[in-house]
């Protein structure tokens, strides 16, 4: 049993040092996920070695090693819980006509509870509509929508990288791009709120760093912080919202936060982990909504399965300039900066 304890801890210490490695490949990028089951991990391992003592000195070692693990792995994941200092304030005032209230949604592709989906938008109401991994068939499915949400952005594919995208706030200015590859759209647009203020929304779902869909994280980091870029140079409130296929924790979604100085809503709340659905131990978040340092939160939920392997996730925002100097807003210090320009000047061909 010693044994078994001894290369299980190993294997756990050497899982949370393997992403302080900043390479692309996938190996390096995918073990910044399950920071949480490391840590569930971590804590068992060290409830076991308190009931088989440690004799040897390697297995003190080992055993001082989880320690100090363990007390990284809670530093990591504190921020994300609810004693976390808030990245963003609560709205003071009830929802009104300077909020707006979005919904994402994974529906995977092959899935085909679209009454589920159907049912939700009714239940959420939000004003905005995003989801992604949908083809022709999806389009065909949730259009029944079409005159509660008549500003619309279509993007329908077969690969899996397909977007449609529903309003009833009105649109200007939206525009469908393939930041990094020819295959992989996002959208970019302009809302108006009910109060008349305009904001700019980028839609994203990039490819995740895994061996089936791309072996590094090279194109998927350089889209998130093109996106990040433009963020901050934009001059109205800015919303990003997507599937991003990264946990909020990665160091390449916290140089994103920084490049951009858009807020995280979830920390300081929870988790609010939207993948995988079906696998209660294996759960990221990896569906967000991030935006700029002029909004409040109004409210934060995820929400009830629909079939897909990714929980669907509802936001409702409020603009209200006064709270920008409560906010927390990440700021990019010079190796954040040269770190952003290499990722995004990488090439991503090879």
């Known amino acids: ?100 209230s979005l919904l994402i949604a994974n529906v995977y592709q092959d899935n085909r509870e679209s009454d589920s989906y159907l049912k939700l938008i009714k239940k959420c109401n939000p004003d905005v509509v995003l989801m992604v991994e949908t083809n022709v068939w999806w389009q065909q499915q949730i259009d029944v929508i079409g005159a509660d949400y008549p500003h619309q952005l279509k993007i329908p594919l077969e690969n899996t990288y397909g977007m449609i995208f529903y309003s009833r706030l009105a649109l200007r200015n939206g525009s469908v791009n393939y930041l990094v590859k020819e295959d992989i759209p996002s959208i970019e647009a302009e809302v108006k709120l009910k109060n008349g203020q305009w904001v700019k929304l980028h839609c994203l779902h990039p490819e995740p760093p895994v061996p089936q869909e791309n072996p590094r994280s090279t194109e998927r980091d350089k889209e998130i912080l093109m996106v990040g870029k433009s963020a901050k140079d934009c001059e109205l409130p800015v919303i990003v919202m997507g599937d991003l296929n990264d946990v909020a924790w990665s160091y390449t979604t916290e140089l994103f936060g920084k490049i951009s100085g858009l807020l995280d809503p979830r920390r300081g709340r929870g988790f609010f982990n939207s993948f995988n659905a079906k696998y209660f131990f294996l759960r990221f978040p990896l569906d967000h909504i991030f935006c700029s340092p002029d909004f409040a939160l109004s409210g934060i939920k995820r929400m009830e399965s629909c079939g897909s392997d990714h929980f669907p996730m509802c936001v409702n925002l409020q603009f209200n300039p006064k709270v920008e100097q409560l906010n927390e807003e990440p700021v990019a210090d010079q190796d954040d900066l040269a770190l952003a320009q290499e990722k995004l000047t990488a090439d991503t061909e090879s």
Do not use: C
């Not at 049993?1 to 393997?18: D, G, N, R």
């Open 1 to 100: 049993m010693q044994q078994a304890l001894f290369y299980i801890s190993l294997i756990v210490i050497l899982f949370t040092l393997v992403p302080l490695v900043r390479h692309d490949f996938w190996i390096f990028r995918v073990f910044e996920y399950p920071r949480l089951q490391k840590l569930v991990l971590n804590v068992v391992l060290l409830i076991l070695h308190l009931v088989y003592l440690p004799i040897e000195v390697i297995e003190k070692v080992v055993f001082a090693a989880l320690i100090l693990n363990f007390f990284y792995l809670v530093y990591q994941v504190f921020p994300f819980t609810i004693f976390g200092k808030k990245q963003i304030v609560s709205a003071a005032s009830p929802a009104d006509d300077r909020n707006i």
